[in-house]
């Protein structure tokens, strides 16, 4: 015996919530792996290690923002096509780019750190004293 299924259109159609939010993520933010631009999040006991890949970026032409809770970067990218040259593709356009990182636990912002090593900026985040992992010993009551 067949089953019959009845087709029903709306089955296929999604929110307009679902096609805005789409459309602006596709629009304006640089996807890489569908979590805009690529990067590493390494959790150490007392902070965090960011990793971003940024070619062809003037360590001068970025600017961090470190809220205890978020991390705002943004920079620009200059690309020097060779003279008499025809671009068939490209992997990293010329342009102004920014992310903001929610991050898992408070860090110290005064204290954080970036230095920019191979096309790679790193950002040391220490955590906050309040965000540390704290060891409590249980004392004995008689």
């Known amino acids: 015996m067949a089953n019959i299924t009845r087709y029903n259109p709306f089955n296929e159609m999604v929110s307009l919530r679902e096609a805005m939010n789409s459309l602006f993520e596709d629009s304006f933010i640089p996807r890489i792996g569908g979590r805009g631009i690529a990067s590493n ?3 150490m ?3 965090f290690l960011l990793q971003l890949p940024m070619p062809g970026v ?4 970025v600017e961090i923002t470190a809220e205890p809770d978020m991390l705002h970067i943004k920079w620009s ?3 020097q096509v060779p003279e008499n040259a025809t671009t068939r593709w490209s992997g990293f356009a010329e342009g ?3 992310q ?3 991050l898992p636990a408070a860090i110290n912002a005064d204290k954080a750190e970036a230095s920019y090593e191979n096309g790679v900026l790193t950002l040391s985040l220490p955590k906050a004293e309040h965000a ?5 010993k249980v004392i004995a009551r008689k």
């Not at 003037?58 to 032409?61: C, E, G, S, W, Y």
């Not at 540390?132 to 409590?136: D, I, Q, S």
């Open 41 to 43: 999040l390494y959790e």
């Open 45 to 47: 006991a007392d902070g």
């Open 58 to 61: 003037n360590p001068a032409d």
């Open 77 to 79: 990218t200059s690309v």
């Open 96 to 98: 102004q780019y920014q």
């Open 100 to 102: 903001s990182f929610p």
């Open 132 to 136: 540390k992992a704290r060891t409590v």
